[in-house]
């Protein structure tokens, strides 16, 4: 009989849904979920409720302070941190102490500070930190990593990379815990730390410069009052005539409302904050310049408020040219029956059936210097973010098995990714580029 590893998991908010069905179910003969922490139990009740419905006996219970003793007390080989990204540091270093390896969702941790903690345990503890970076597994990922590692394009010389969020997505960071930088690093570390994990990993290169513009330029209430969008609703779950597409209803998603809505009289946290309000501190726009330790270079931006949701990175290489464009969702639209936002079209076609609506699709073509342009097929994926989340769990889950691309990620590709946002949001601070050296992260890069 195989015996299977002993899991605990600390935060159990909508990003923990991936972790647990997995453990639950298709990975259920190798994992077991012994115990679990957040800081709200309403959604431990919710979470125990689903399981139980699952036939899964409900793990044991206990407080995030109390991480170290939980790993001694129920015998765990590995904690996984799905908890607010400025907590994730905290918790690894105290998993690693404890004796259990951790696994993390990006981002790795939000500060200096926290990169060095963790560079110092992971090193006297021997422990291993995994970061799930589920984007690097998506098949047209993967495509356009196996194009620039044939040599195809030649040697990188520099990337486009743009990545659009739309007003479902790009809109609900500004109405989280994520709108306060100090909690999430902002958009450079907790939403970018993807795309720069994806640009290090496709050019096998890490950071060494860093220049950063951007602001907080259409969401906030600076932004909402030069458009003259007058007063607005503190939340969105209320009945108000004062509510707008911008306006997230968690009564209108069940998983929503039982996560958060129910879950309020506990801790007091509200998921649904106006986007216009005063005080928020990440910006909504912003570009880069990030220059590689071999010579390539990147320019990036990021947008958190288009109507169309994905991304396109150009590949230049000394032979020719490479070209990935991403339409992952094609718009936001307002449906006639209920007058709120449908953020998934697709599901909705009576909806989308009108002159100039994008196709979502994916596309990566290929030109070679004096040649014709070449399309590149892209194998299909199922699932979230591209078809990359199963692919992830099964490497998290059973172990990492002969892969010449490298797709499971180290705690080390973590700092590289978040050092980009580190010393972008420095070099928005002061106007100046940075460089990676300058931050003394306490880890080879």
């Known amino acids: 009989m195989t015996t299977r590893t002993r899991y605990a998991i600390v935060g159990t908010g909508s990003r923990a849904h991936m972790y647990l069905d997995a453990i639950a ?41 109390d991480l170290a003793a939980a790993v001694a007390a129920h015998a765990i080989d590995r904690v996984i941190v799905t908890s607010p990204d ?32 963790i560079a110092e345990a992971a090193e006297r503890t021997g422990r291993s930190v995994t970061i799930t970076f589920n984007y690097r597994y998506s098949p047209r990922n993967t495509a356009l990593k196996q194009v620039i590692a044939s040599g195809e394009i030649g040697e990188v010389t520099s990337v486009h990379f743009e990545w659009v969020l739309d007003t479902a997505h790009g809109a609900d960071y500004f109405r989280r815990w994520h709108r306060q930088k100090k909690n999430s690093g902002g958009l450079l570390i907790h939403k970018a730390s993807h795309h720069f994990d994806l640009v290090n990993w496709w050019l096998a290169d890490a950071p060494s410069r860093v220049f950063a513009s951007g602001g907080l330029r259409f969401y906030g209430a600076d932004a909402a009052a030069s458009r003259g969008l007058g007063a607005r609703p503190e939340r969105g779950s209320v009945d108000s005539p004062l509510r707008d597409a911008f306006s997230l209803d968690l009564r209108d998603d069940p998983q929503l409302k039982a996560l958060y809505y129910d879950t309020e009289s506990h801790d007091g946290y509200l998921r649904d904050r106006d986007v216009f309000d005063p005080g928020i501190t990440i910006e909504d726009n912003l570009s880069l310049v990030v220059d590689y330790a071999r010579g390539s270079s990147m320019s990036y931006s990021l947008n958190a408020h288009s109507p169309w949701e994905g991304y396109t990175v150009h590949v230049n290489g000394t032979k020719g040219r490479a070209e990935l464009s991403v339409i992952e969702r094609g718009a936001v639209i307002i449906s006639e029956d209920t007058g709120r936002p449908v953020v998934d079209p697709s599901a909705h076609p009576e909806l989308v059936v009108h002159e100039g609506a994008r196709p979502v699709g994916e596309r990566l073509v290929v030109q070679k210097h004096f040649e014709l342009a070449r399309e590149v097929p892209i194998p299909a994926g199922e699932g979230g973010h591209g078809g990359g989340d199963a692919r992830l769990l099964r490497d998290v889950f059973l172990g990492v098995g002969e892969d010449p691309y490298g797709h499971a990620a180290t705690w080390v590709d973590g700092v590289r990714s978040v050092a980009v946002g580190l010393a972008g949001n420095r070099s928005l601070a002061t106007g100046d580029a940075v460089r990676v050296a300058e931050l003394d992260l306490g880890v080879e890069l």
Do not use: C, M
């Not at 390896?101 to 981002?107: S, V």
């Open 86 to 117: 400025f907590t994730h540091a905290g918790y690894i270093v105290t998993a690693l102490e404890a004796g259990a390896d951790a696994i993390t969702e990006k981002p790795l941790t939000t500060s200096e500070d926290g990169v060095r903690a």
């Open 25 to 65: 179910g298709a990975h259920a003969d190798v994992a077991e979920l012994v115990a679990w922490a957040d800081t709200n139990q309403g959604r431990l009740d919710y979470h125990e409720a689903r399981l139980a419905a699952q036939g899964v006996a409900a793990p044991a219970r206990f407080a995030p302070a």
